[in-house]
């Protein structure tokens, strides 16, 4: 028999890592080629990894939470010698990398407490020490008054300074200390508003996994990315029309119409006029990359967190294919079946966050690309038309881009562009 250590393969493109999600097999467990170890998740997709090659599992890399770079051991499987072993590619890892484990949770919160809390007793009143408590209206009576507060001593909780205490000074009273049974119905008041919390409330700590840890690494490289925004409003009166004469057209075939496909056309309409937003940056190299295809990444909201599909060559798609495939992929983004080559390679994103509701927004550049557009919802509002304010149907445009390759006359141009497609969609047409 021969042990043939299973090393992790890159199932994406250029991947560094992936976190196991689950096992479907374990230790002493027989196994055929191209059955299916474990479901792992990479680059935001959820990848079934299958076993190269027959024999018994005895012994597995890591457990559900673990990420483990690609190229880390990943399982050892005993097979017979007269098995041919496939050869892997050397990532430069060890076999026996060990995984990073995932932290421990903290106690659930509604674990019993051991003891009863007991209530904290109030303080009592003493002189003040420091800043002077005073409420703010007791700070302006005693202004008023040419009062220093300092020479106050206060009859309040806790020697809080009241605003009768001022006016007492003021009058030339002696400042006098609080009586014991004044103090005492003070103590009394506070302590009847401390607040108890709950036995058991702590604090709940989860591991940073999944999606929102990718979240997390993307939002880190953004930071490196020196944004610049435009907003722009646009009478969307025509788009409107456009979508409603089609829409029940659509229907027919099964298709649902968004707006969706028609910011896809104006933006790819716009990227053939401005290149330097269809690229990339690489600072490293000190290059810019202008793509000459236009593979549109649209940011979708799961369960689990976002997600970007990305449209390949949207420009050689109708607004009906357009359609079509965004359904598609929104569906398998949200059961999270989408590949990871549907993920990859996206020259320019979409954010629509008007589909729930907002407005406004500031989209964040997703590296090495160099732009974003968001669309916010399409609502009614006044507008000059013609000289008149009229009420029309409206549709908030923001775009960002690195200001490293694009400058603020680049980018007014650019919202320009896509909006002048989008108030007029007859201008489509010839991309539909």
Do not use: C
């Not at 398998?332 to 990871?340: H, Y």
């Amino acid at each position: 028999m021969t042990e043939f250590n299973f090393k992790l393969p890159d199932v994406g493109e250029g991947l560094s890592e992936g976190e196991i999600v689950r096992w479907l097999v374990k230790p002493g467990d027989r196994v055929k080629p191209d059955q299916i170890l474990a479901e792992v998740e990479t680059d935001k997709a959820v990848v079934e990894i299958p076993s190269p090659v027959p024999g018994t599992i005895k012994s597995l890399g890591g457990k559900p939470g673990d990420v483990l770079k690609i190229g880390a051991a990943f399982a050892v499987i005993e097979v017979d010698a007269s098995v041919k072993l496939p050869q892997q590619k050397d990532h430069g890892h060890a076999p026996a990398a060990t995984p990073q484990p995932a932290p421990a949770k903290a106690a659930a919160p509604d674990a019993p407490a051991k003891a009863a809390p007991t209530l904290v007793s109030a303080p009592t009143a003493s002189a003040p020490t420091g800043r002077v408590q005073a409420a703010p209206a007791t700070r302006k009576r005693a202004t008023e008054l040419g009062v220093d507060l300092a020479t106050v001593r206060g009859s309040g909780p806790g020697g809080r300074v009241t605003t009768e205490d001022v006016e007492r000074a003021a009058a030339g009273g002696a400042p006098t200390a609080p009586s014991a049974a004044h103090a005492a119905a003070a103590s009394a008041r506070l302590a009847t508003r401390l607040v108890v919390p709950p036995a058991g409330r702590s604090d709940e700590v989860i591991p940073l996994r999944g999606i929102r840890r990718r979240i997390a690494q993307a939002m880190n490289e953004s930071l490196t990315v020196p944004h610049i925004w435009d907003w722009y409003t646009l009478d969307a009166t025509k788009l409107v029309e456009a979508r409603a004469s089609l829409k029940d057209e659509f229907a027919k075939e099964g298709v649902k119409l968004t707006y969706l496909p028609f910011f896809i056309k104006a933006i790819v309409g716009a990227l053939k006029k401005f290149p330097s937003f269809n690229a990339t940056l690489d600072m490293t190299k000190e290059e810019i990359v202008y793509r000459k295809r236009y593979n549109i990444g649209l940011a979708m909201a799961t369960d689990d967190g976002l997600i970007v599909p990305v449209v390949h060559d949207a420009d050689m798609k109708s607004i009906f294919d357009l359609a079509i495939e965004i359904s598609e992929l929104a569906e398998l983004t949200r059961s999270r079946k989408i590949s990871p080559d549907r993920l990859a390679d996206g020259t320019f994103n979409v954010t629509n966050f008007g589909s729930y509701g907002a407005r406004m927004g500031t989209p964040i550049i997703k590296p090495p690309q160099v732009a974003i557009s968001g669309f916010g919802a399409i609502h009614d509002d006044v507008i000059a038309v013609g000289g008149q304010a009229l009420v029309r149907p409206v549709l908030p445009i923001i775009t960002s881009t690195d200001h490293r390759v694009n400058d603020g006359e680049h980018l007014g141009t650019f919202v320009l562009t896509l909006a002048s497609f989008l108030s007029d969609p007859v201008k489509l047409l010839g991309r539909m």
